[in-house]
């Protein structure tokens, strides 16, 4: 088989070293997860606010922003849990589908290999 053979695997796709990766960051937080379930629900949303700053200020590092965007799923899922009113579940299920989106092109951004 040729290199020329070779199909590049679909853009959806996450390689398994991404997915490893992915999945150590997330068990690298635990403590994390741990305070944010002793925390209010108004507190869970100045956590959220925080999250919320980091993102706009843009951080330069791609790990820092992934960091984000893992403890952000983490408060979502939280805050879906404990929502009282359909609407605040709702708006977390949506914010979490959004959040997905924006971990797997974070992850595809750093498994992808940058040129010299």
């Given amino acids: 088989m040729s290199n020329t053979d070779r199909q590049e695997p679909p853009s959806n796709v996450v390689s398994l070293a991404a997915h490893r990766f992915l999945r150590e960051r997330k068990n690298a937080d635990t403590g994390y997860a741990l305070k944010i379930r002793k925390l209010e629900k108004f507190e869970l949303l100045q956590e959220l606010l925080r999250y919320d700053d980091i993102v706009k200020r843009g951080a330069s590092d791609p790990r820092v922003n992934l960091q984000a ?10 805050l879906e849990a404990r929502a009282e009113l359909t609407e605040l579940r709702s708006l ?3 914010y979490k589908r959004k959040l997905a989106t ?7 951004n750093i498994a992808q290999p940058k040129p010299i």
């Fill in 102 to 108: 924006r971990l797997y092109a974070q992850v595809q």
């Fill in 69 to 78: 965007t893992l403890r952000a799923q983490m408060l979502m899922e939280l």
């Fill in 92 to 94: 977390a299920v949506e």
